[in-house]
C-alpha cells in the first residue's frame, strides 16, 4: 500500500514539474531565455550553478506537511519522529524481540522507522519555520568547492540577545545520514527540544500576495543573493563614514537576473514584479545582522 501511494505521489510531483515547465515557456519567450541565460554566462554561471539556483528557488524541500498528514493522519512530525526513535532503541537493546523477528521482518520495520524519519523532518521543520520559541531559523545551501550538492547551513538568532548559533551539515550526505546529521544539527544548536514542543503550525505562505510569503522573502530571496553575489563583483560606493574602499552590497545588474530567474521559474508569481521588493528583502537581511 505504501509503495502503490509512494509511487502516485512521484506520479503528482512529476505532473506538477511539467505544469511549471509549460507555465515558464508560455510566460518567457525563447529569445528572452537565451537572453537570461547568455547574461548568467557572461557571469560565469554555467549548468552547474544553474542547477544549485534552481534547487534554491523551487524550495522542493519544502513542500512535505500534505504529503506527510496523509500518511500520519492524526499525528504530529514530533511525535512520528519520537516513536521513529522508540523504535530505533528498541531494536538495538531488545535482544528477546529481535530474536522473535525474522530477518525480513526487522529489515521491514527498520525501513518503516527511517520512512517515518525522512517524512517527519521536512515537515517538522515547515511546520516550525520561521521561528522555534525564541529562535529565528535559517536555512540555505552552502556552495562547495567541488562539484558536489551543496551543503546545508543552519543559523539560529535569538530574538531578545542577539546570540547566534551555526550547525552544518554536509551536502555530500544523503539519505539516513543526512536525516542523523540534521537530528545531530539541532542537538548542536541545543534546539532539538524546543523544536520536538512545537505544536502550532507556521507555514511558510500567508494571506498575502504569494511574493509576499516568507518562503520567497526569508528564504529564497536572501539565499538566492548570497549565491549569486560572488559573480558580480564590483566597486561599491564609500558612504561617509567609511574609510576602506569596499565590494558593493547591491550591484544593480545582480537585481536584475535574481527577478529575470524568479520570473522565469514561479511566473505566476513574479510576472508583473520589479527588482525593489527583493532589494528591500535583501535589505532588511543584511541590516538585521542575519547574514551568513
Known amino acids: 500500500m505504501h509503495v502503490v501511494a509512494h509511487r502516485e505521489a512521484n506520479r503528482r510531483n512529476a505532473n506538477v514539474e511539467r505544469k511549471r515547465s509549460i507555465m515558464s515557456a508560455e510566460a518567457i519567450s525563447a529569445p528572452e531565455l537565451q537572453d537570461i541565460f547568455a547574461r548568467l554566462a557572461t557571469r560565469g554561471i554555467t549548468a552547474i550553478e544553474y542547477?544549485?539556483?534552481?534547487?534554491?528557488?523551487?524550495?522542493?524541500?519544502?513542500?512535505?506537511?500534505?504529503?506527510?498528514?496523509q500518511h500520519f493522519r492524526g499525528h504530529t512530525p514530533a511525535q512520528a519522529l519520537r516513536l521513529a526513535w522508540k523504535w530505533k532503541q528498541l531494536l538495538q537493546r531488545d535482544f528477546i524481540l529481535r530474536a522473535f523477528l525474522s530477518e525480513e521482518h526487522l529489515q521491514d520495520i527498520t525501513m518503516a522507522v527511517?520512512?517515518?524519519?525522512?517524512?517527519?523532518?521536512?515537515?517538522?521543520?515547515?511546520?516550525?519555520?520561521?521561528?522555534?520559541?525564541?529562535?529565528?531559523?535559517?536555512?540555505?545551501?552552502?556552495p562547495t568547492q567541488e562539484s558536489r550538492p551543496m551543503?546545508?547551513?543552519?543559523?539560529?538568532?535569538?530574538?531578545?540577545?542577539?546570540?547566534?548559533?551555526?550547525?552544518?551539515?554536509?551536502?555530500?550526505?544523503?539519505g539516513k545520514a543526512?536525516?542523523?546529521?540534521?537530528?545531530?544539527?539541532?542537538?548542536?544548536?541545543?534546539?532539538?527540544?524546543?523544536?520536538?514542543?512545537?505544536?502550532?503550525?507556521?507555514?511558510?505562505?500567508?494571506?498575502e500576495h504569494p511574493k509576499a510569503w516568507p518562503i520567497f522573502t526569508q528564504l529564497v530571496i536572501p539565499t538566492l543573493y548570497?549565491?549569486?553575489l560572488p559573480f558580480y563583483r564590483k566597486p561599491g560606493h564609500l558612504g561617509s563614514q567609511e574609510l576602506v574602499p569596499r565590494e558593493a552590497y547591491y550591484p544593480s545588474e545582480l537585481f536584475e537576473d535574481m527577478l529575470a530567474i524568479l520570473q522565469m521559474e514561479h511566473p505566476d508569481v513574479f510576472r508583473d514584479s520589479t527588482t525593489a521588493p527583493l532589494k528591500a528583502a535583501v535589505q532588511r537581511f543584511r541590516e538585521s545582522g542575519q547574514s551568513y
Do not use: C, H
Open 178 to 207: 543526512w536525516m542523523q546529521n540534521l537530528q545531530q544539527a539541532f542537538a548542536d544548536l541545543k534546539l532539538l527540544k524546543v523544536l520536538l514542543k512545537t505544536a502550532k503550525q507556521r507555514p511558510l505562505v500567508s494571506a
Open 51 to 69: 542547477a544549485q539556483i534552481k534547487s534554491i528557488v523551487m524550495f522542493d524541500w519544502f513542500q512535505r506537511s500534505t504529503y506527510f498528514e
Open 151 to 174: 551543503d546545508t547551513t543552519i543559523l539560529a538568532v535569538n530574538r531578545k540577545s542577539g546570540e547566534t548559533r551555526r550547525a552544518m551539515i554536509p551536502g555530500s550526505l544523503t
Open 226 to 228: 548570497e549565491f549569486m
Open 114 to 142: 527511517e520512512r517515518a524519519e525522512t517524512l517527519a523532518w521536512p515537515a517538522l521543520l515547515e511546520m516550525s519555520f520561521p521561528s522555534v520559541g525564541d529562535w529565528e531559523l535559517y536555512m540555505k545551501g552552502s
